[in-house]
Protein backbone atom coordinates (compact mmCIF):
# COMPACT_ATOMS: atom_id res chain seq x y z
CA UNK A 1 0.00 0.00 0.00
CA UNK A 2 1.42 3.35 -0.97
CA UNK A 3 0.53 6.50 1.66
CA UNK A 4 0.05 10.18 0.01
CA UNK A 5 2.46 11.53 2.64
CA UNK A 6 1.50 14.81 1.09
CA UNK A 7 -2.14 14.91 2.96
CA UNK A 8 -0.28 15.67 6.38
CA UNK A 9 -1.28 18.60 6.82
CA UNK A 10 1.72 21.42 6.68
CA UNK A 11 3.67 22.14 9.24
CA UNK A 12 2.59 25.44 11.53
CA UNK A 13 4.93 28.52 12.26
CA UNK A 14 7.86 27.98 13.80
CA UNK A 15 7.10 28.58 17.60
CA UNK A 16 9.09 31.42 19.72
CA UNK A 17 11.65 30.42 22.11
CA UNK A 18 9.23 30.99 24.56
CA UNK A 19 6.87 29.00 23.11
CA UNK A 20 9.00 25.97 23.37
CA UNK A 21 9.77 26.88 26.73
CA UNK A 22 6.27 26.65 28.37
CA UNK A 23 6.36 23.16 26.36
CA UNK A 24 9.19 21.93 28.24
CA UNK A 25 8.10 23.01 31.52
CA UNK A 26 5.82 19.38 32.36
CA UNK A 27 8.82 17.70 30.94
CA UNK A 28 10.91 19.39 33.83
CA UNK A 29 13.45 20.40 31.36
CA UNK A 30 13.45 23.98 31.91
CA UNK A 31 15.82 25.34 34.92
CA UNK A 32 15.10 28.81 36.57
CA UNK A 33 18.46 30.97 37.16
CA UNK A 34 18.09 33.86 38.97
CA UNK A 35 20.14 36.48 41.41
CA UNK A 36 20.35 38.97 43.68
CA UNK A 37 19.52 41.73 41.31
CA UNK A 38 16.24 39.99 41.23
CA UNK A 39 15.75 38.94 45.04
CA UNK A 40 17.00 43.08 45.85
CA UNK A 41 13.69 44.61 43.63
CA UNK A 42 11.79 42.08 45.28
CA UNK A 43 12.73 42.80 48.69
CA UNK A 44 14.16 46.43 48.65
CA UNK A 45 11.99 47.61 45.75
CA UNK A 46 15.75 48.30 43.84
CA UNK A 47 18.93 46.60 43.14
CA UNK A 48 20.17 50.08 41.90
CA UNK A 49 19.01 51.92 45.44
CA UNK A 50 20.74 48.75 47.63
CA UNK A 51 23.95 49.15 45.94
CA UNK A 52 23.92 52.69 45.91
CA UNK A 53 23.37 52.46 49.67
CA UNK A 54 25.92 49.57 50.16
CA UNK A 55 28.52 52.15 48.82
CA UNK A 56 27.48 54.49 51.42
CA UNK A 57 27.32 52.54 54.12
CA UNK A 58 31.27 51.62 53.08
CA UNK A 59 32.08 55.23 52.54
CA UNK A 60 33.57 53.55 49.38
CA UNK A 61 35.91 56.47 47.45
CA UNK A 62 34.10 56.61 44.17
CA UNK A 63 30.45 57.56 45.34
CA UNK A 64 28.89 57.06 41.91
CA UNK A 65 26.61 54.47 39.86
CA UNK A 66 28.06 51.56 38.20
CA UNK A 67 30.47 50.30 40.49
CA UNK A 68 28.93 46.66 41.64
CA UNK A 69 28.72 45.41 44.84
CA UNK A 70 31.80 43.08 44.21
CA UNK A 71 33.95 46.11 43.37
CA UNK A 72 32.65 47.41 46.56
CA UNK A 73 33.37 44.30 48.76
CA UNK A 74 36.40 44.00 47.44
CA UNK A 75 38.02 47.78 48.33
CA UNK A 76 36.39 47.31 51.60
CA UNK A 77 37.49 43.83 52.10
CA UNK A 78 41.37 45.31 51.83
CA UNK A 79 40.91 48.99 52.97
CA UNK A 80 38.62 48.93 55.69
CA UNK A 81 40.54 45.76 57.76
CA UNK A 82 43.69 46.85 57.14
CA UNK A 83 46.72 44.44 59.09
CA UNK A 84 44.09 42.92 61.16
CA UNK A 85 41.53 41.73 58.34
CA UNK A 86 44.34 40.01 56.33
CA UNK A 87 43.40 36.42 56.69
CA UNK A 88 39.81 36.71 57.31
CA UNK A 89 37.94 36.74 54.40
CA UNK A 90 34.58 35.89 56.40
CA UNK A 91 34.22 39.70 58.17
CA UNK A 92 33.56 41.61 54.83
CA UNK A 93 30.72 38.85 54.43
CA UNK A 94 29.17 39.55 57.84
CA UNK A 95 29.59 43.52 57.17
CA UNK A 96 27.17 43.24 53.91
CA UNK A 97 24.77 40.58 56.05
CA UNK A 98 24.82 43.26 58.54
CA UNK A 99 24.14 46.09 56.12
CA UNK A 100 21.00 44.11 55.05
CA UNK A 101 19.69 44.43 57.82
CA UNK A 102 20.48 47.47 58.46
CA UNK A 103 18.61 48.05 55.47
CA UNK A 104 15.14 45.59 56.57
CA UNK A 105 15.01 47.40 60.04
CA UNK A 106 14.45 51.11 58.26
CA UNK A 107 12.20 49.49 55.93
CA UNK A 108 10.44 47.97 58.97
CA UNK A 109 10.17 51.39 60.49
CA UNK A 110 8.87 53.01 57.76
CA UNK A 111 5.94 50.73 56.88
CA UNK A 112 2.55 51.38 58.53
CA UNK A 113 1.39 47.64 58.68
CA UNK A 114 4.11 46.48 60.92
CA UNK A 115 2.88 46.44 64.78
CA UNK A 116 5.71 48.49 66.75
CA UNK A 117 6.10 45.01 69.45
CA UNK A 118 7.12 43.08 66.05
CA UNK A 119 9.76 45.88 65.24
CA UNK A 120 10.74 45.59 68.71
CA UNK A 121 10.98 41.89 68.79
CA UNK A 122 12.78 41.13 65.81
CA UNK A 123 15.44 44.20 66.29
CA UNK A 124 16.32 42.17 69.92
CA UNK A 125 16.65 38.95 68.00
CA UNK A 126 18.52 40.08 64.96
CA UNK A 127 21.78 39.33 66.00
CA UNK A 128 20.64 35.52 65.86
CA UNK A 129 18.23 35.71 62.55
CA UNK A 130 19.59 35.81 59.11
CA UNK A 131 18.83 38.17 56.40
CA UNK A 132 16.51 35.60 55.27
CA UNK A 133 15.01 34.90 58.38
CA UNK A 134 14.98 38.75 59.63
CA UNK A 135 13.19 39.52 55.88
CA UNK A 136 9.93 36.47 56.81
CA UNK A 137 9.79 38.02 60.33
CA UNK A 138 8.83 41.26 58.67
CA UNK A 139 6.74 39.66 56.19
CA UNK A 140 8.91 40.09 53.48
CA UNK A 141 8.60 39.46 50.15
CA UNK A 142 5.10 38.75 50.74
CA UNK A 143 3.12 35.20 50.45
CA UNK A 144 -0.54 36.68 50.13
CA UNK A 145 0.12 38.50 46.00
CA UNK A 146 1.68 36.51 43.46
CA UNK A 147 1.48 39.99 41.39
CA UNK A 148 4.13 41.45 43.74
CA UNK A 149 6.06 38.03 44.41
CA UNK A 150 6.69 36.10 41.31
CA UNK A 151 8.52 33.50 43.16
CA UNK A 152 5.29 31.99 44.20
CA UNK A 153 4.36 31.66 40.20
CA UNK A 154 7.81 30.01 39.68
CA UNK A 155 6.94 28.05 42.55
CA UNK A 156 4.13 26.49 41.19
CA UNK A 157 6.05 25.61 38.02
CA UNK A 158 6.12 21.97 37.95
CA UNK A 159 10.40 21.84 37.80
CA UNK A 160 12.78 19.77 39.40
CA UNK A 161 15.98 22.01 39.83
CA UNK A 162 15.89 26.19 40.37
CA UNK A 163 19.33 27.24 40.02
CA UNK A 164 20.12 30.98 41.80
CA UNK A 165 23.08 33.33 42.89
CA UNK A 166 21.04 34.99 45.28
CA UNK A 167 22.14 34.79 49.04
CA UNK A 168 18.12 34.50 50.81
CA UNK A 169 16.01 31.45 50.54
CA UNK A 170 12.66 33.38 49.83
CA UNK A 171 11.99 30.69 46.74
CA UNK A 172 12.40 27.56 49.16
CA UNK A 173 10.03 29.80 51.49
CA UNK A 174 7.52 30.37 48.69
CA UNK A 175 7.84 26.26 47.42
CA UNK A 176 7.13 25.00 50.72
CA UNK A 177 4.60 27.52 52.16
CA UNK A 178 2.47 28.27 49.20
CA UNK A 179 3.40 25.44 46.25
CA UNK A 180 2.99 22.94 49.43
CA UNK A 181 6.51 21.32 47.57
CA UNK A 182 9.58 19.89 50.37
CA UNK A 183 12.67 21.61 49.19
CA UNK A 184 16.23 21.01 49.68
CA UNK A 185 18.35 23.87 49.54
CA UNK A 186 21.72 22.99 48.49
CA UNK A 187 25.40 25.50 47.88
CA UNK A 188 28.21 25.34 45.42
CA UNK A 189 30.88 23.98 47.66
CA UNK A 190 33.26 25.99 45.90
CA UNK A 191 36.22 26.12 48.49
CA UNK A 192 37.08 23.02 50.38
CA UNK A 193 36.60 25.03 53.67
CA UNK A 194 32.75 24.92 52.59
CA UNK A 195 32.63 20.63 52.72
CA UNK A 196 31.53 20.79 56.24
CA UNK A 197 28.46 22.39 55.43
CA UNK A 198 25.22 20.25 55.30
CA UNK A 199 24.15 18.29 51.71
CA UNK A 200 21.59 16.47 50.95
CA UNK A 201 23.04 14.54 48.81
CA UNK A 202 25.12 13.02 51.63
CA UNK A 203 22.19 12.64 54.08
CA UNK A 204 20.52 11.29 50.91
CA UNK A 205 22.70 9.88 48.04
CA UNK A 206 19.98 8.59 46.49
CA UNK A 207 17.99 11.83 46.53
CA UNK A 208 16.92 12.36 42.75
CA UNK A 209 15.45 16.44 42.97
CA UNK A 210 11.26 15.83 41.80
CA UNK A 211 8.45 18.80 41.07
CA UNK A 212 7.26 17.57 44.42
CA UNK A 213 11.03 17.86 46.39
CA UNK A 214 12.97 19.97 43.90
CA UNK A 215 15.86 21.29 44.56
CA UNK A 216 17.10 24.67 44.94
CA UNK A 217 20.85 25.25 44.34
CA UNK A 218 22.84 28.46 45.75
CA UNK A 219 25.76 28.77 42.99
CA UNK A 220 27.44 31.63 45.44
CA UNK A 221 25.99 30.81 48.82
CA UNK A 222 23.18 31.09 51.11
CA UNK A 223 23.07 33.84 54.32
CA UNK A 224 22.54 31.14 56.55
CA UNK A 225 26.66 30.29 55.98
CA UNK A 226 28.01 33.56 55.65
CA UNK A 227 31.50 31.60 54.82
CA UNK A 228 29.73 30.29 51.77
CA UNK A 229 29.04 33.68 50.18
CA UNK A 230 30.77 34.89 46.77
CA UNK A 231 30.90 38.57 47.65
CA UNK A 232 34.10 40.39 46.44
CA UNK A 233 35.80 40.43 43.46
CA UNK A 234 38.82 37.92 44.95
CA UNK A 235 36.03 35.60 45.67
CA UNK A 236 33.88 35.13 41.99
CA UNK A 237 37.81 34.58 40.74
CA UNK A 238 38.27 31.67 43.20
CA UNK A 239 34.66 30.41 42.28
CA UNK A 240 35.93 29.98 38.84
CA UNK A 241 38.63 28.68 39.29
CA UNK A 242 37.53 26.38 41.87
CA UNK A 243 35.12 24.94 39.63
CA UNK A 244 37.39 24.80 36.61
CA UNK A 245 39.94 22.64 38.55
CA UNK A 246 37.03 20.31 40.06
CA UNK A 247 34.41 19.72 37.26
CA UNK A 248 32.67 18.23 41.17
CA UNK A 249 32.23 21.09 42.37
CA UNK A 250 29.13 21.91 40.54
CA UNK A 251 26.65 18.79 42.14
CA UNK A 252 26.78 16.05 38.60
CA UNK A 253 22.86 16.66 38.79
CA UNK A 254 22.98 20.48 38.57
CA UNK A 255 25.29 20.52 35.70
CA UNK A 256 23.55 17.64 34.09
CA UNK A 257 20.13 19.66 34.49
CA UNK A 258 22.30 23.26 32.76
CA UNK A 259 23.22 20.87 30.14
CA UNK A 260 20.38 18.93 28.82
CA UNK A 261 17.61 21.92 29.89
CA UNK A 262 16.28 25.08 28.25
CA UNK A 263 17.78 27.44 30.84
CA UNK A 264 15.59 31.21 31.65
CA UNK A 265 18.09 33.49 33.26
CA UNK A 266 15.90 36.09 35.01
CA UNK A 267 16.68 39.41 35.76
CA UNK A 268 20.25 39.24 35.74
CA UNK A 269 22.99 42.86 35.00
CA UNK A 270 25.22 41.92 32.23
CA UNK A 271 27.88 43.95 33.81
CA UNK A 272 27.96 42.31 37.55
CA UNK A 273 30.50 39.81 38.46
CA UNK A 274 27.60 37.11 39.15
CA UNK A 275 26.00 37.19 35.82
CA UNK A 276 30.06 36.86 34.03
CA UNK A 277 30.91 34.45 36.24
CA UNK A 278 27.91 32.09 35.98
CA UNK A 279 27.74 32.53 32.07
CA UNK A 280 31.21 32.50 30.99
CA UNK A 281 32.12 29.61 33.64
CA UNK A 282 29.11 27.60 33.29
CA UNK A 283 26.39 28.54 30.84
CA UNK A 284 29.11 29.15 27.62
CA UNK A 285 30.77 26.19 28.55
CA UNK A 286 28.25 23.59 27.75
CA UNK A 287 29.08 21.64 24.76
CA UNK A 288 27.62 23.73 21.68
CA UNK A 289 25.53 20.21 20.41
CA UNK A 290 23.62 20.29 23.54
CA UNK A 291 22.28 23.91 23.63
CA UNK A 292 18.65 23.87 24.10
CA UNK A 293 16.22 26.81 23.57
CA UNK A 294 17.00 29.60 26.12
CA UNK A 295 16.08 32.97 27.68
CA UNK A 296 17.48 36.06 29.24
CA UNK A 297 14.93 38.54 30.59
CA UNK A 298 16.21 41.89 30.52
CA UNK A 299 15.07 45.08 31.12
CA UNK A 300 16.73 47.91 29.28
CA UNK A 301 15.99 51.22 27.58
CA UNK A 302 19.11 52.22 25.84
CA UNK A 303 19.65 50.90 22.42
CA UNK A 304 23.18 50.64 22.34
CA UNK A 305 23.25 48.42 25.72
CA UNK A 306 20.31 46.55 24.40
CA UNK A 307 22.40 45.56 20.67
CA UNK A 308 25.70 44.48 23.00
CA UNK A 309 23.57 42.43 25.33
CA UNK A 310 22.00 40.36 22.65
CA UNK A 311 25.07 40.16 20.64
CA UNK A 312 26.67 38.64 23.73
CA UNK A 313 23.76 36.11 24.81
CA UNK A 314 23.19 35.12 20.96
CA UNK A 315 26.86 34.03 21.35
CA UNK A 316 25.59 30.96 23.60
CA UNK A 317 21.98 30.85 21.79
CA UNK A 318 20.35 32.52 24.45
CA UNK A 319 17.09 34.81 23.15
CA UNK A 320 16.44 38.02 24.78
CA UNK A 321 13.08 38.44 25.80
CA UNK A 322 13.06 43.10 26.41
CA UNK A 323 10.56 42.83 29.64
CA UNK A 324 10.62 43.10 33.75
CA UNK A 325 11.29 39.91 34.98
CA UNK A 326 8.10 39.31 36.85
CA UNK A 327 6.02 40.03 34.06
CA UNK A 328 7.78 37.08 32.31
CA UNK A 329 7.02 34.70 34.85
CA UNK A 330 3.87 35.63 34.83
CA UNK A 331 3.66 34.68 30.81
CA UNK A 332 5.41 31.64 31.57
CA UNK A 333 3.26 30.81 34.39
CA UNK A 334 0.05 31.59 32.30
CA UNK A 335 1.15 29.90 29.38
CA UNK A 336 1.94 26.95 31.34
CA UNK A 337 -1.70 26.67 32.82
CA UNK A 338 -3.44 27.00 29.31
Known amino acids: ?????????????????????IERIDDGKVVPIFGNAFTDDLLFGSHEALRDGWINY???????????????????SVAAYG?????????????????LKAALQMMSEQDPNLPP???????????DLTVSKMARRY??????DAAANPLLMLAALPLPIFVTTSYHDFLEVALHERAGKRPHSEICVWNDSLRAIPSVFEHNPDYQPTP?????????????YPESLVLTEDDYLDFLAYIAKDPRAIHPRVRQALT??????IGYHPQEWDFRVIFRGLVATRPPGMWKTSIAIQLEHEPLIQEYVQRYLRQSRFDV?????????EELYRGWRK
Not at 83 to 99: M, Q, V, W
Not at 139 to 144: K, N, Q, V, W
Not at 260 to 265: A, R
Open 260 to 265: DSSLVM
Open 1 to 21: MKFDFKGIAPQPRAKSSKETI
Open 58 to 76: TQYPVAQSGHSPAQVAQYT
Open 212 to 224: EEPLVYHLHGIDA
Open 321 to 329: EWTEAGAFI
Open 139 to 144: GYPTLD
Open 117 to 127: NLRAEVEEEAR
Open 83 to 99: EDGAGDPLRIKELYLGF
